[in-house]
């Protein structure tokens, strides 16, 4: 949208409008999500000056605040300050500061109009006053916290009102505007996000009722203590190496102790926790409320019976499937994954934000102590629509048609529900966020053209959103509210109707309705937190406001280059010159938009475990526990500010790694584990656990690597159904589940990739190690293993990682990517480096202390460094110094095939291509042999 603006008054406030009040089309330009954009909170500022902050644009550093302001159209603009960093940085550009020259407190607004649509409930309730637009607002004190900001964007060089923006398209937007979190934060008199200290004075003031504070309480964080850190942080384990800004840490170091000991540990030895074990805490303390038990929802639901059922199903009774996806949520902060850490002498890998910051979950914990946790369980690929897809059919997205964010899946694919209910009888229910049905927003299953994809009961599925209240009108249809007008409505009502809650109690309703009737069934259910926009229901929303969270030590060795990560994890601190980093992640640390952020985020998982307390009573109560499997898992992980990056699109173990638990008591021996691995384990890694009481060992540890794409396939078997008549593309790991292992790890492949706008990484996992190509930098090779913290790369590296190894990733990859249409294979401007190139520099800060740099300040902000006369800089910078001229032995991934310098040097049609120039410069006479 933003490219069509013109540059006339009309067209760019147009153009401003239409982009604002669609930020779903936003997000895809900017590469970011509606939840992404909504937290872009703002900072107050008492100073209106741009920052420091610059990002590489081309290869060349540019200042981001100037680029922002530069572009003349309007909406441009604004999109680029919907980004964190430039919101956070460039307080002037954005308009995210309070300006000495705005209006004074008393000044008169136009105020928000009555909202009276069937799309935003009515502002006339009991809980929120009656706003009459035909009259103004009279001027209010200072002291009154229900004063809008004087502030917007700037449109031609006008400084333009955001708040009065929200209350100009008519009543129907107005509430849905307020869900993007600058507005709400900034607007409160327009979002009734505020406390009216002082009546306003009116000739028909009686008439305006004073707004409660606690229809939308405000999060008041305390102050985070200031850090102190040397231009090098230490790690603080011995599993990661000391880093130190005078040099680059050697292979032999303490960094990579043998793969004997730490690759294979005993059955007998933590790696395999008892049942009685912490991390398998036993179903009498896990079941039984906690202290803080007003903090969980009843227990006793409508939909429950009060009373054990008379009537257990019989042995031979076919299983259940319960099926939990919850959105975005990272892997570190389940109970049952910190203990695997533990376990595996990684114990800080649990503990990243502070040794005190976790969420106690002892529900999900119990699930995984009575089924199998799967320790390198990944997305196919990590944003939402792509992994479902692959979640739900058994096949790669590409063969979906969902193979990118927001795109519908193809009707004629099969999902697991439709064979379970055609071959199976199952009634199945989908309870959600389904976001496989294109660009409808909310598309309530009933109320849109749907397909089922074999699903009965759709009335509770909505396609996109991440919608904080719904309510079933008098009509029966849904009704989706934001946050701000939910905790005004349901006030009294939270825990019936905040999503969460209310999707786990229709949830049960359609397992109670099919138990009463003796026929199995399908739950599945679709949780949108805790994605973005961070907001809990009380009490969560204040439950965790006594911790003060810290950046992860990945944070600060990207922000410091000490190491530097991986060209295609461009991240908020990538460019901040060196000598202002310690001020900059002081800074941020300290920010009111971290600290809140994260006490929502963990507020909101509290509240997720808690629910699978009550759907796990209710199993119990109703005697069906034992004959029902559960699965919980996500669609992908969110970084949560490790390696400098908040969501997702990541191969790291919080972005692309993700939960599998899974309980089958019948069949699932108790204690079973699969560990979950991507390029980032917490972006690509989620979690999976499965419970299957009469067939799957307790406490079972799978650490084979596996991926979405492989559930479909497993569960079938797992639930007796031999002949799909589907090709499923993933793996089937039903037999590893059901086996009598109780730790198992197989040499298995497994593939995950970028699905986003840039195609820019592929992966391929088997068991800890994780090889990275992309068309950006170079292989990259992790081993979680000697690297817990995935911050050194192993490739090439034959005293770490055996050379079988890298080679067996390497080829299957390869095969992988023709057959699988993975994306960073189709894009036909992409030259990969399948090997390292002979020449090429460092991305680390430069190994001196001479020069607080990189390989590019040389002669620049360095110049105090007179050439490359020391050794290590010559070793350090080799292209930069001109130390090394000699054509690689590897190969290059051009136009789909593998070559090496022998056919691309041979030809003027490839040399002129920097890239390949750089790989075989003495081939394209580049510089002559050293």
């Given at each position: 949208n933003?490219?069509?603006?013109?540059?006339?008054?009309?067209?760019?406030?147009?153009?401003?409008?239409?982009?604002?009040?669609?930020?779903?089309?936003?997000?895809?330009?900017?590469?970011?999500?509606?939840?992404?954009?909504?937290?872009?909170i703002s900072?107050?500022?008492?100073?209106?000056s741009?920052?420091?902050?610059?990002?590489?644009?081309?290869?060349?550093?540019?200042?981001?605040?100037?680029?922002?302001?530069?572009?003349?159209?309007?909406?441009?603009?604004?999109?680029?300050?919907?980004l964190?960093?430039?919101?956070?940085?460039?307080?002037?550009?954005?308009?995210?500061?309070d300006?000495?020259?705005?209006?004074?407190?008393?000044?008169?607004?136009?105020?928000?109009?009555?909202?009276?649509?069937?799309?935003t409930?009515?502002?006339?309730?009991?809980?929120?006053?009656?706003?009459?637009?035909?009259s103004?607002?009279?001027?209010?004190?200072?002291?009154?916290?229900?004063?809008?900001?004087?502030?917007?964007?700037?449109?031609?060089?006008?400084l333009?009102?955001?708040?009065?923006?929200?209350?100009k398209?008519?009543?129907?937007?107005i509430?849905r505007?307020?869900?993007v979190?600058?507005?709400?934060?900034?607007?409160?008199?327009?979002?009734?996000?505020?406390?009216?200290?002082?009546?306003?004075?009116?000739?028909?003031?009686?008439?305006?009722?004073?707004i409660?504070?606690?229809?939308?309480?405000?999060?008041?964080?305390?102050?985070?203590?200031?850090?102190?850190?040397?231009?090098?942080?230490?790690?603080?384990?011995?599993?990661?190496?000391?880093?130190?800004?005078?040099?680059?840490?050697s292979?032999?170091?303490?960094?990579?102790?043998?793969?004997?000991?730490?690759?294979?540990?005993?059955i007998?030895?933590?790696?395999?926790?008892?049942?009685?074990?912490?991390?398998?805490?036993?179903?009498?303390s896990?079941?039984?409320?906690?202290?803080?038990?007003?903090t969980?929802?009843?227990?006793?639901?409508s939909?429950?019976?009060?009373?054990k059922?008379?009537?257990?199903?019989?042995?031979?009774?076919?299983?259940?499937?319960?099926?939990?996806?919850?959105?975005?949520?990272?892997?570190?902060?389940?109970?049952?994954?910190r203990?695997?850490?533990?376990?595996?002498?990684?114990?800080?890998?649990?503990?990243?934000?502070?040794?005190?910051?976790?969420?106690?979950?002892?529900?999900?914990?119990r699930?995984?102590?009575?089924?199998?946790?799967?320790?390198?369980?990944?997305?196919?690929?990590?944003l939402?629509?792509?992994?479902r897809?692959?979640?739900?059919?058994?096949?790669?997205?590409?063969?979906?048609?969902a193979?990118?964010?927001?795109?519908a899946?193809?009707?004629?694919?099969?999902?697991?529900?439709?064979?379970?209910?055609?071959?199976?009888?199952?009634?199945?229910?989908?309870?959600?966020?389904w976001?496989?049905?294109?660009?409808?927003?909310?598309?309530?299953?009933?109320e849109?053209?749907?397909?089922?994809?074999?699903?009965?009961?759709?009335?509770?599925?909505?396609?996109q959103?991440?919608?904080?209240?719904?309510e079933?009108?008098d009509?029966?249809?849904m009704?989706?509210?934001?946050?701000?007008t939910?905790a005004?409505?349901?006030?009294?009502?939270?825990?019936?109707?905040?999503?969460?809650?209310?999707?786990f109690?229709?949830?049960?309703?359609h397992?109670?309705?099919?138990r009463?009737?003796?026929?199995?069934?399908?739950?599945?259910l679709?949780?949108?937190?805790?994605?973005?926009?961070?907001?809990?229901?009380?009490?969560?929303?204040?439950?965790?406001d006594?911790?003060?969270?810290?950046?992860?030590?990945?944070?600060?060795?990207?922000?410091?280059?000490?190491?530097?990560?991986?060209?295609?994890?461009?991240?908020?601190?990538?460019?901040?010159?060196?000598?202002?980093?310690?001020?900059?992640?002081?800074?941020?640390?300290?920010?009111?938009?971290?600290?809140?952020?994260?006490?929502?985020y963990f507020?909101?998982?509290?509240?997720?475990?808690?629910?699978v307390?009550?759907?796990?009573?209710?199993?119990?109560?109703?005697g069906?526990?034992?004959?029902?499997?559960?699965?919980?898992?996500?669609d992908?992980?969110?970084?949560?500010?490790?390696?400098?990056?908040?969501?997702?699109?990541?191969?790291y173990?919080?972005?692309?790694?993700?939960?599998?638990?899974?309980?089958?008591?019948?069949?699932?021996?108790?204690?079973?584990?699969?560990?979950?691995?991507?390029?980032?384990?917490?972006?690509?890694g989620?979690?999976m656990?499965?419970r299957?009481?009469?067939k799957?060992?307790?406490?079972?540890?799978?650490d084979?690597?596996?991926?979405?794409?492989?559930?479909?396939?497993s569960?079938?078997?797992?639930?007796?159904?031999?002949?799909p008549n589907?090709?499923?593309?993933?793996?089937?790991?039903?037999?590893?589940?059901l086996?009598?292992?109780?730790?198992?790890?197989?040499?298995?492949?497994?593939?995950?990739?970028?699905?986003?706008?840039?195609m820019?990484?592929?992966a391929?996992?088997?068991?800890?190690?994780?090889?990275?190509?992309?068309?950006?930098?170079?292989?990259?090779?992790?081993?979680?293993?000697?690297?817990?913290?995935?911050?050194?790369?192993?490739?090439?590296?034959?005293n770490?990682?055996?050379?079988?190894?890298?080679?067996k990733?390497?080829?299957?990859?390869f095969?992988?990517m023709?057959?699988?249409?993975?994306?960073?294979?189709?894009?036909?401007?992409?030259?990969?480096?399948?090997?390292?190139?002979?020449?090429?520099?460092?991305?680390?800060?430069?190994?001196?202390?001479?020069?607080?740099?990189?390989?590019?300040?040389?002669?620049?902000?360095?110049?105090f460094?007179?050439g490359?006369y020391?050794?290590?800089?010559?070793?350090?910078?080799?292209?930069?110094?001109?130390s090394?001229?000699?054509?690689?032995?590897?190969?290059?991934?051009?136009?789909?095939e593998?070559?090496?310098?022998?056919?691309?040097?041979?030809?003027?049609?490839?040399?002129?291509?920097?890239?390949?120039?750089?790989?075989?410069?003495?081939?394209?006479?580049?510089?002559?042999?050293?």
């Amino acid at each position: 949208n933003s490219n069509s603006n013109s540059n006339s008054n009309s067209n760019s406030e147009a153009s401003l409008e239409e982009l604002l009040a669609s930020i779903s089309f936003v997000s895809e330009s900017s590469g970011l999500d509606d939840g992404d954009i909504s937290e872009s909170i703002s900072n107050n500022d008492a100073s209106c000056s741009d920052r420091y902050g610059v990002w590489t644009k081309y290869g060349r550093a540019k200042d981001w605040c100037r680029w922002a302001r530069e572009d003349t159209r309007a909406a441009e603009v604004a999109r680029k300050c919907s980004l964190l960093s430039l919101h956070g940085s460039c307080p002037k550009t954005c308009t995210n500061c309070d300006f000495t020259s705005a209006p004074s407190a008393s000044v008169k607004f136009t105020p928000a109009p009555s909202v009276q649509s069937s799309s935003t409930p009515s502002a006339q309730s009991s809980s929120t006053p009656s706003v009459q637009s035909s009259s103004p607002v009279p001027s209010v004190s200072t002291s009154d916290s229900c004063i809008d900001r004087k502030l917007g964007w700037y449109i031609d060089d006008k400084l333009r009102n955001w708040c009065r923006w929200a209350t100009k398209n008519g009543k129907d937007d107005i509430a849905r505007r307020c869900e993007v979190r600058q507005l709400y934060d900034d607007c409160p008199k327009t979002c009734l996000n505020c406390v009216r200290l002082t009546p306003a004075p009116s000739a028909e003031s009686s008439s305006a009722p004073t707004i409660q504070s606690s229809t939308a309480p405000s999060i008041q964080s305390s102050p985070a203590p200031s850090i102190e850190l040397s231009a090098a942080p230490s790690i603080p384990s011995s599993t990661a190496p000391s880093v130190q800004s005078s040099a680059i840490p050697s292979i032999e170091s303490s960094v990579a102790p043998s793969i004997e000991s730490s690759t294979a540990p005993s059955i007998e030895s933590s790696a395999a926790p008892s049942i009685q074990s912490s991390a398998a805490p036993s179903i009498e303390s896990s079941t039984a409320p906690s202290a803080q038990s007003s903090t969980a929802p009843s227990v006793q639901s409508s939909a429950a019976p009060s009373t054990k059922s008379s009537k257990p199903p019989s042995a031979g009774s076919k299983p259940n499937l319960v099926v939990i996806m919850t959105d975005q949520h990272n892997l570190r902060t389940l109970g049952c994954y910190r203990e695997h850490f533990k376990a595996m002498n990684q114990a800080e890998q649990g503990f990243v934000w502070g040794p005190n910051n976790v969420v106690e979950t002892p529900h999900l914990d119990r699930l995984a102590a009575e089924g199998a946790l799967f320790t390198n369980f990944h997305t196919t690929s990590p944003l939402c629509t792509p992994n479902r897809a692959s979640f739900v059919s058994g096949l790669y997205p590409a063969f979906t048609g969902a193979d990118r964010n927001h795109n519908a899946m193809n009707d004629d694919v099969v999902t697991f529900a439709q064979i379970l209910k055609e071959q199976g009888d199952y009634d199945t229910g989908y309870f959600g966020k389904w976001h496989l049905n294109g660009e409808l927003r909310p598309g309530w299953g009933d109320e849109s053209d749907f397909y089922d994809f074999g699903f009965n009961e759709i009335k509770h599925l909505f396609n996109q959103g991440h919608w904080k209240w719904i309510e079933e009108l008098d009509d029966g249809k849904m009704q989706e509210y934001i946050y701000a007008t939910g905790a005004k409505k349901f006030k009294n009502k939270a825990e019936k109707h905040f999503t969460t809650d209310f999707l786990f109690d229709r949830g049960i309703e359609h397992m109670e309705r099919n138990r009463k009737e003796g026929k199995p069934f399908l739950s599945f259910l679709s949780i949108p937190d805790p994605h973005a926009p961070k907001f809990v229901r009380p009490p969560y929303d204040t439950m965790y406001d006594d911790l003060v969270f810290e950046l992860p030590y990945t944070a600060k060795t990207a922000a410091f280059k000490n190491p530097s990560t991986p060209l295609y994890n461009f991240h908020d601190y990538d460019n901040v010159p060196l000598d202002d980093v310690e001020e900059y992640l002081e800074e941020y640390e300290n920010r009111d938009f971290f600290q809140r952020s994260m006490r929502q985020y963990f507020g909101m998982v509290k509240c997720i475990d808690d629910n699978v307390g009550k759907l796990l009573t209710y199993l119990d109560d109703a005697g069906i526990s034992d004959n029902t499997i559960v699965a919980f898992t996500s669609d992908h992980g969110d970084m949560l500010a490790e390696h400098g990056k908040f969501n997702k699109n990541r191969p790291y173990r919080t972005s692309a790694g993700i939960a599998m638990v899974l309980r089958y008591p019948e069949k699932v021996m108790a204690g079973k584990k699969i560990q979950k691995n991507r390029p980032y384990r917490t972006s690509a890694g989620i979690a999976m656990v499965l419970r299957y009481p009469e067939k799957v060992m307790a406490g079972k540890i799978i650490d084979t690597a596996y991926t979405s794409v492989d559930f479909a396939p497993s569960i079938l078997k797992v639930m007796g159904v031999t002949d799909p008549n589907v090709n499923f593309q993933g793996v089937d790991f039903s037999e590893e589940l059901l086996s009598d292992e109780r730790v198992s790890s197989k040499d298995i492949v497994r593939y995950v990739f970028d699905s986003g706008n840039n195609m820019s990484w592929a992966a391929a996992i088997m068991k800890q190690y994780r090889l990275v190509v992309s068309g950006n930098d170079v292989p990259w090779l992790f081993d979680l293993n000697q690297d817990p913290y995935e911050i050194y790369n192993f490739f090439n590296e034959r005293n770490v990682v055996p050379e079988s190894i890298q080679e067996k990733l390497q080829n299957a990859l390869f095969n992988a990517m023709p057959q699988y249409e993975i994306p960073l294979y189709l894009a036909d401007d992409r030259l990969v480096y399948w090997d390292k190139p002979a020449c090429i520099d460092s991305n680390d800060r430069l190994p001196t202390e001479a020069a607080n740099g990189v390989c590019s300040d040389l002669g620049i902000s360095a110049p105090f460094v007179d050439g490359c006369y020391e050794e290590n800089l010559m070793k350090h910078c080799p292209v930069t110094c001109g130390s090394c001229c000699s054509d690689s032995s590897g190969e290059l991934l051009h136009l789909g095939e593998l070559s090496s310098c022998d056919k691309l040097g041979s030809s003027w049609d490839t040399c002129w291509i920097r890239k390949i120039a750089g790989f075989c410069p003495v081939s394209c006479e580049e510089c002559e042999a050293i």
